[in-house]
């Protein structure tokens, strides 16, 4: 094809052109395809990152997840002989696509939590500031006694520590949000606090316990890949619930249209982005939007995830 291209510049049966005039023609194609070339070059690594990101999405981890739960269920009961070994091979496939797209956001994740640890433990990077007056009002309201919040460098985030009623905010999120802002933010964090929102993913472990029952019979190599695919799948709903919670809540406090300012502020260029702790953030302004969810929904939704975790266990003894 660049042969081709390059070879433009003859002349037809019915032209006659110079030498000068064809060797002037096929530098000019020359200078055009370098000039492709480079402009190629320049956005490759724009077009690699982009193609990374969309490899490694939320609904791509989620899919290489449940690929890997899937071909170990599968392992376990189909018969002996080439569906066997097809079960085999799809759970390898499947495996490597859940380390390739999962790997960044369980690092970043982990790496993140260890660096806050480590400055909370040595103060370093760590600024700690009373409450303002529209905050302290809102402790108030929940009914938490904290005087002061924690602003830590390079944490683009803010977290809880509800065992130790310590809120957290990165000093990025700090400086960038408007005060109506950065007490939405406080009074989420403070309703995890307030309702002990870490414990209740805990609920989600006799749902992963109910199927690693019936994993027994893998390979340990299988057990462990597939055990740890699970419980990050298990663990989704659970985290997506107590979000939801905290924003409502916290809504009542500052109101939902702070809520939504909040949440708008905080990356515009990851509005529909999920993550396996928080959902979007457009689905949370959406939730806002539409009202309150009743409790009888998480009620309900913890009761019907229980009682099949519960099922599996009558299965393995019946």
Not at 18 to 27: N, P
Not at 52 to 60: D, I, M
Not at 174 to 187: G, H, P, S
């Amino acid at each position: 094809m660049v042969l081709a291209y390059l070879c433009g510049y003859l002349p037809s049966a019915g032209e006659k052109k110079t030498l000068r005039q064809r060797m002037l023609e096929l530098a000019g194609r020359s200078w055009i395809m370098m000039v492709g070339v480079k402009d190629g070059l320049a956005t490759m690594p724009t077009r690699i990152v982009s193609l990374f990101q969309a490899g490694t999405s939320f609904w791509v981890r989620f899919s290489s997840l449940a690929a890997v739960v899937l071909t170990a269920t599968a392992y376990t009961i189909v018969p002996y002989g080439l569906f066997k070994v097809l079960s085999v091979i799809a759970f390898l496939f499947a495996s490597e696509a859940m380390v390739v797209t999962s790997w960044p956001a369980f690092w970043d994740g982990t790496v993140i939590w260890i660096r806050t640890l480590y400055k909370l433990s040595t103060r370093k990077g760590l600024t700690w500031k009373p409450l303002t007056p529209g905050m302290g009002k809102i402790a108030d309201n929940i009914g938490i006694k904290i005087d002061k919040i924690g602003v830590m460098d390079d944490l683009d985030n803010a977290v809880s520590l509800p065992a130790f009623k310590t809120i957290i905010i990165g000093r990025p999120l700090y400086d960038k949000l408007d005060e109506t802002a950065l007490n939405a933010v406080f009074a989420h964090e403070l309703v995890h606090v307030k309702e002990k929102h870490n414990l209740i993913p805990l609920i989600a472990l006799p749902v992963i316990l109910s199927q690693l029952v019936l994993w027994f019979n893998l390979p340990i190599q299988m057990f462990a890949i597939a055990g740890l695919a699970f419980s990050r799948i298990a663990f989704i709903p659970f985290n997506w619930m107590v979000e939801i919670r905290a924003d409502q809540v916290g809504a009542r406090f500052v109101g939902s249209d702070a809520m939504i300012h909040a949440l708008e502020a905080l990356d515009g260029k990851k509005m529909d982005e999920h993550s396996e702790s928080h959902p979007s953030l457009r689905r949370r302004i959406r939730r806002l939007r539409i009202g309150p969810i009743s409790r009888f929904w998480y009620y309900g939704t913890i009761s019907l995830i229980s009682v099949g975790a519960a099922l599996a266990w009558v299965l393995l003894f019946v």
